[in-house]
């Protein structure tokens, strides 16, 4: 098993930044990526980003317009999602999740993490809202 939780969020002005971690612990070497994903007031959950576990590639959704960033502190099992110039648009609890799935990313596409059913383990989330 897998235990993740998150932290971070809150309420910000418009413009304003973020930084989300995620605590991965319990059995992390079955852990191969870790993606963060959005669910706003009354829409599915959207991915966001994905970082791979030891080699550390990294992609974000299509929609992103570069105010995202994911990085990782392995020594520390940790995961962050930097959000900058935040817009309203952007309120939605934020969520991590750890895929245990296995690709080989010189044959396959890192987009494979894009869909939420790659993922086995899901922390609690953390609200963040953002005013205008």
């Known amino acids: 098993q897998v235990q993740l939780v998150e932290a971070g969020g809150g309420l910000v002005q418009a413009g304003g930044s973020l930084k989300l971690s995620c605590e991965v612990s319990g059995r992390t070497s079955s852990v191969y990526a870790m993606g963060w994903f959005r669910q706003a007031p009354g829409k599915g959950r959207e991915f966001v980003a994905v970082?791979?576990?030891?080699?550390?590639?990294?992609a974000y959704s299509d929609s992103d317009q570069g105010r995202f960033t994911i990085s990782r502190d392995s020594g520390e099992n940790t995961v962050y999602l930097l959000n900058n110039n935040l817009k309203p648009e952007d309120t939605a609890t934020y969520y991590c999740a750890a895929s245990s799935s296995r690709y080989d990313l010189n044959r396959v596409s890192i987009r494979v993490y894009f869909a939420e059913e790659k993922y086995d383990f899901w922390g609690q989330g953390t609200q963040v809202t953002v005013s205008s």
């Open positions: 970082i791979t576990w030891t080699r550390g590639s990294i």
